[in-house]
C-alpha cells in the first residue's frame, strides 16, 4: 500500500512539474508570437505558426494539470480509506478485547462469530440471535469442546491483559 501511495504520489508530481514546464513554453511560444507580429506586422503567417505551437503547448500542460488532479484526487481517496480500515481494525480489536473479559465460553465464541459476520459484510446479527445463539445446548457444548482461537496467540493476548485458558 505504500509503495501505491508512494508512486500515486510521484506521478501526481512529474504530472504537475511537467504541466507547469508545458505552460511556461506555451507562454514563450505565444510571447515571441506576439513580439514577432509587433515587429513585422507583414509576416502574419509566421505569428500565426508561433500561436498555433504556443497554443499547442498550452493545451497539453493543461492535460498534464488535469492528471495531475486526478492522481491528487485518488491520493485523498486512497488516504480516507486508509483511514477508515484503520478504524475499522481499531474497533475489531477493541471489541476483541472486551469479548475476551466476558466469563462465559458460549458468549464470547457468539459475540465472536457475529463480529466475524458483520466485517464479513453478512446480515448484522440481533443481540437477540447472540443470547440465543449463546443459550443454545448444542452450541454451548460445542464451544466447551473445541479449542480457543486467539489472532495473536495465547502468548500476546495474556501480555495485552487478556485471559490465557
Known sequence: MVKYYAHAHRQASISF???IAFA???????AAAAVSYLRNPDQVGGA???????AVNEAIGFLF???ADKARDLM????????????????????LGVIDQIE???VQDSLRAAIATQYAGCSS??????AALAESKVFAQTAKDSPNIYINGPSASASNGAKAP
Do not use: K, Y
Open 125 to 130: 446479527t440481533s443481540l437477540s440471535d447472540i
Open 17 to 19: 512539474m511537467l504541466s
Open 104 to 106: 462465559n465460553p458460549a
Open 24 to 30: 511556461v513554453i506555451g507562454f514563450a511560444i505565444f
Open 48 to 54: 500565426i505558426i508561433a500561436t498555433v505551437a504556443g
Open 65 to 67: 494539470f488535469q492528471r
Open 76 to 95: 485523498v481517496t486512497m488516504i480516507d480509506r486508509l483511514r477508515t480500515d484503520r478504524e475499522a481494525d481499531r474497533q475489531f480489536v477493541s471489541a
